[in-house]
């Protein structure tokens, strides 16, 4: 089976794993005074997570960010887009709120503002170094009355180890927190990458992702955190598929404190390349736990797709298998249709020829081989039915093309899926 | 709300309205040969359904085929069109099973091919005369025992009024049968023009269709016939998703007996365009329950796009809104989330702005404003509920951008249509 690869050691602290970081999250009850008027803030029921987070860090950042290619943008995807542009790829703090996606709403744009003017002031920086991202029901609007009350004590809380409170501060339907991060030499230098991701459904990131907020203190200019970051969401975030519905607010964002004092990497080589690496191994294992925690979800689906031409090829053929509605059914089921593997490779938009492909099904207990040569096979239906029993299974086709690979991640389609987007906004 | 308008009197008799169709169903085991190698022929238990139809025509027919894009095509699929090209467009008989897709299994083409020489030793035709389809589990060896020994009774069982035996026979999941045939005049002449469709899971139909066979007895080339029906499939088949699943089987013919006396439609004009309006009329009603018998449905939901700068965009948007599982999902809950309808808009892939859009919600219940100008509106959440509940609902979005439009036909997301994929080959 496929594992992404631990080549730099894992290390706590998430978002705040790099020198420089501090994060808080609070309860301001945005839903409470959503639904009720009453904005709730000073007593939080039993159960009632915290739903806004602030991320500072000691100094001004370089960063780069990543966008949805939804043509409806959230507000707080304009409004920080906005700001990167005015200060020339520099940020300090990160606000989020979840429970609101401040999108298609009339007032937007304005309240991300006030949002960015709240932390500025109390942070003593620049409005537009501050990025906002919101997350939650869209299309209704966003009431600034319970973040003005939680911006103090958000700022109070702020600490080098507030990670899991920012961390859960960003979940929605998620059942868990998200986070990853590696330590890893630059420069002779001890660096710090990790990060923290929401999203469990309306996931298919194009050319950007979920909400995503990775933080390093290894210093790197504007233009290479850009590249390492736009080519790494290809192979992680990009392959990424929970229901195939691309969310209006997705965000990746990375900053850069510099703060573990290597010199500033402006150029590829062979510390780029450890960069890239260690960044890759953060994004994946996000993207991972993204899939995993897919609405409704009670297994993790893998698709490789190997022996391809291209990698590109081998993306969007194990993408079309990993989105196919009917090869989660199937999943769900532990049914070992390999009928709905080879139709969902064949409509994949691509022009490789699929139907040499040998198809099997692996995971803890076992692998067997269900298609040869684009041909179904008989197989031991109780072994197979075994196979995909376990809370972790893989697709793995070969096409014997070329030598090229991909993987995608996803998860089962279940009556939990259906049950939680039945009614989403209550 | 969207109706197709019934120009034409509907009339009964599905594939045998037009003159000199006969048809017949039986049921042939093929399940049950598959499952236990009983062929089970002689005696089908009560509830077993027909699976194998015959349709056979009194003449030489003018055909015409429009088929899956999906790169993995059912052996059937070939053989039609290698068929087809042999005769010059030209065919008298159609032999459909259900059961097995004779699809990703070795011997598909082989198997095929048998069957249509079964058939054409029975009615004393070519074998190239015979158009072949098959719908049902994809990767299994269709086993041809169980149609040698039903192909003597479908043949004794052929009859003008034998249609519904024939439509119950291409039934997979589908829960009703679909049929539908109007009359008109063409040359003077009393014109029949009717069909049989089956589908219910793995539908988005791209330059395709599900399973469907329509005939009439009205005189065309085969070129116009091909022109009539390419055309109409864009805005009736091709406007359908119930799941995005692409099928390797899709298949789409249309045969013209000319026994209606007509002089034959060899060019456009007066008497084309009434043709194509017919034809219209029936494969948009065929759309139209193949939606709303979709896997698992409750109901019926259709997507109009309207203000749009041409068809095409409206019909890339309206079905991006009819394909969305969050959509679909929200729909089954009757939840009047308007977010989950501008979001689907703005990932459809089409460069018109949607940001503008007024978005409504309508039934027989009424008609409901949930969105204007891009933006969420409050609303009276009671009625916008007792709107989606009702059994047949429309999303209809103007977009304000010109005055073009075009209409989607799809359905809810429900537990059952996990449940049915979850086990589909039992």
């Known amino acids: 089976m496929y594992q992404i690869e631990e080549k730099f050691p894992v290390t706590e602290g998430g978002v705040c794993a790099a020198g420089g970081f501090k994060a808080s999250g609070v309860y301001a009850g945005i839903k409470a005074f959503m639904h009720t008027g009453n904005d709730g803030n000073e007593s939080p029921l039993p159960g009632q997570k915290n739903d806004i987070a602030l991320v500072l ?18 507000a707080p995807v304009w409004v ?29 744009e304005e309240k991300a503002r006030a949002m960015c003017a709240l932390v500025a002031e109390k942070a003593g920086i620049k409005t537009e170094e501050v990025i906002v991202a919101s997350t939650g029901v869209i299309g209704q609007v966003l009431p600034l009355r319970p973040i003005e009350k939680a911006i103090g004590p958000l700022y109070e ?47 298919e990131p194009n050319m ?17 955190l850009q590249k390492a970051l736009s080519e790494t969401v290809q192979v992680t975030y990009n392959c990424l598929c929970v229901d195939g519905d691309q969310s209006t607010n997705d965000m990746c964002m990375l900053m850069s404190s510099g703060l573990a004092g290597n010199e500033e990497i402006s150029s590829e080589g062979e510390d780029f390349d450890t ?27 893998t698709c490789v797709i190997g022996g391809a031409p291209d990698r590109k090829t081998a993306a969007v053929i194990a993408k079309s298998v990993i989105r196919s509605p009917l090869v989660k059914c199937a999943m769900y089921g532990a049914d070992a ?8 490779m064949g409509y994949a938009d691509t022009d490789c020829d699929v139907t040499k492909a040998d198809v099997y099904y692996e995971s803890a207990a076992g692998r067997i081989l269900v298609c040869e040569n684009g041909l179904g096979l008989s197989f031991d239906e109780d072994k197979a039915k075994e196979i995909l029993s376990e809370k972790e299974v893989e697709i793995f086709a070969d096409l014997h093309m070329g030598s090229a690979s991909s993987v995608a991640w996803g998860c089962d ?11 989403y906004r209550s």
């Not at 191994?281 to 897919?294: E, I, S, W």
């Open 57 to 74: 860090c000691d100094v001004l950042c370089n960063t780069a960010g990543v966008y949805t290619s939804n043509k409806v943008k959230g």
């Open 80 to 108: 920080t887009k906005d700001n990167l542009a005015k200060t020339g790829g520099k940020a300090q703090a990160v606000i989020v709120n979840s429970g609101n996606a401040n999108t298609c709403n009339g007032d937007g």
């Open 157 to 203: 809380k702020l600490s080098y180890t507030g990670n899991l409170e920012a961390a859960t501060a960003i979940m929605t339907t998620d059942t868990v927190k998200k986070e990853y991060a590696v330590t890893f030499t630059a420069g002779g230098k001890e660096c710090h990458l990790g990060g923290m991701a929401k999203g469990s459904g309306m996931i």
């Open 208 to 224: 950007a992702t979920t909400l995503n907020f990775i933080t390093t203190d290894c210093a790197l200019s504007s233009e290479m």
């Open 275 to 301: 960069f890239r690496e260690a960044l890759f191994q953060v994004m994946a294992n996000l993207t991972r736990m993204l899939a995993k925690d897919g609405e409704g979800a009670t297994k993790l689906v």
């Open 337 to 344: 249709n390999c009928g709905r593997i080879l139709c969902a």
């Open 413 to 423: 389609m279940t009556y939990d899926y259906v049950k939680i987007n039945g009614d």
